[in-house]
Nanobody, 127 residues
Framework: QAQLVESGGALVQAGDSLRLSCVAS????????MGWFRQAPGKEREFVAA????????YYADSVKGRFTISRDTAKKTVYLQMNSLKPEDTAVYYC????????????????????WGQGTQVTVSS
């Protein structure tokens, strides 16, 4: 069973950059597709980015495309979310998630396909 722990959330100003990390323990991280989701106050959780375990597929929400980058370091069992040019509307709790049954090139946007979730890390962007 995988456990995921996010870190890196902070209070920043619009235009700043931030990198979130998610460290996995247990299970076979090298075979997990990984995703980032976020939930703003009063809103539904939404997809942000996903990366297949092969590294061959990535997907981004339109709202973050060109600003955010998802990557992984298999040796460190860590997935990252590099966030540049942050906007106030990026304010949310960010969650990482693991899709443990993914085929090599699946990087799904569907939260229902993710099996394990972290506890979340708060990102607040002030204007």
């Amino acid at each position: 069973q995988a456990q995921l722990v996010e870190s890196g959330g902070a209070l920043v100003q619009a235009g700043d950059s931030l990198r979130l990390s998610c460290v996995a323990s247990g299970g076979t991280f090298s075979r997990y597709a990984m995703g980032w989701f976020r939930q703003a106050p009063g809103k539904e959780r939404e997809f942000v980015a996903a990366l297949s375990w092969s590294g061959g597929s990535t997907y981004y929400a339109d709202s973050v495309k060109g600003r955010f980058t998802i990557s992984r370091d298999t040796a460190k069992k860590t997935v990252y979310l590099q966030m540049n040019s942050l906007k106030p509307e990026d304010t949310a709790v960010y969650y990482c998630a693991a899709d443990i049954a993914a085929p090599a090139n699946r990087a799904t946007t569907s939260s229902a396909l993710y099996d394990f979730w972290g506890q979340g890390t708060q990102v607040t962007v002030s204007s």
